[in-house]
């Protein structure tokens, strides 16, 4: 079930939590024909909105995270948790499980 908020600024992500909203895909095509939305795939990628300060390692130090806010990030095919803040959808993950950082 999806926590609904009323504000993306309200969520502030804890430790090594990241906030990311998931790319939506195109409904339409390039000839100008629109798509049903049970066609429509979800994208595997999402954009980083907000990025906890970090996790403790091994040593207990402070771990930076490795995504900064605005990366495109590949997303796993299962799990975070979903937010939902007005019409628009959110999930926060952990570090470790986001998949890879999209540099395009």
């Known amino acids: 079930m999806a926590t609904k ?5 309200s969520i502030v ?8 909203q998931r790319i939506k ?3 339409k095509t390039a000839s100008g024909i629109f798509l049903p939305e049970k066609s429509v ?13 970090g996790g403790y390692n091994k ?14 990030v590949l997303l796993p095919a ?3 948790s ?9 999930s926060l993950y952990r570090d470790h ?7 395009e």
Request: glycine fraction near 12%; aromatic fraction near 4%.
């Open 41 to 53: 795939e979800k994208l595997s990628e999402g954009r980083v909105i907000s990025v906890g300060k």
């Open 97 to 103: 499980e986001l998949l890879a950082i999209i540099k």
């Open 5 to 9: 908020l009323k504000s993306a600024k």
């Open 59 to 72: 040593e207990g130090k402070l771990a930076q995270p490795s995504v900064a806010v605005g990366d495109r």
């Open 78 to 80: 299962y799990g975070g």
């Open 25 to 27: 895909a195109d409904t």
């Open 82 to 90: 979903n937010i939902k803040v007005g019409e628009e959808e959110y």
């Open 13 to 20: 992500p804890l430790l090594d939590r990241i906030l990311v």
